[in-house]
């Protein structure tokens, strides 16, 4: 499975930014998918995942009401789109998968075997 996120970059508060993630390797649309990002200097935090239907999704407080999960099984692709941004938005982003078909997403990063490499946001005051 590889995973390859992108749509990072520098941006201004308040601005928006879509960052996306290409899946490959296997059927796309029978895992969930999640995006998780570490800020410098902090640990790793989850974002948001989405299931593998695209009918569940969750979000962390510090993105809900301003951030969409959402999938696109026919482009293997999932989408983080991120509205509002603020300077504690700054992060490298990942997105992540398991390996259990069907399998339910979870909001630990122990869960997720697959890791993409990760895309910069920078959000400046």
């Known amino acids: 499975v590889q995973l390859q996120a992108s749509g990072g970059g520098l941006v201004q508060a308040g601005d928006s930014l879509r960052l996306s993630c290409a899946a490959s390797?296997?059927?796309?649309?029978?895992?969930?998918m999640a995006w998780f990002r570490q800020a410098p200097g902090k640990d790793r935090e989850f974002v948001a995942a989405?299931?593998?239907?695209?009918?569940?999704?969750s979000y962390a407080e510090s993105v809900k009401g301003r951030s969409t999960i959402f999938r696109d099984n026919a482009k293997n692709t999932v989408y983080l789109q991120m509205n509002s941004l603020t300077p504690r938005d700054t992060a490298v982003y990942f997105c992540?998968?398991?390996?259990?078909?069907?399998?339910?997403?979870?909001?630990?990063?122990?869960?997720?075997?697959?890791w993409g490499p990760g895309t910069q946001v920078t959000v400046s005051s």
């Open positions: 390797g296997r059927t796309f649309s029978r895992y969930p």
């Open positions: 992540a998968t398991i390996s259990r078909r069907f399998g339910e997403y979870s909001l630990s990063e122990h869960e997720y075997e697959y």
């Open positions: 989405i299931s593998w239907s695209g009918g569940y999704t």
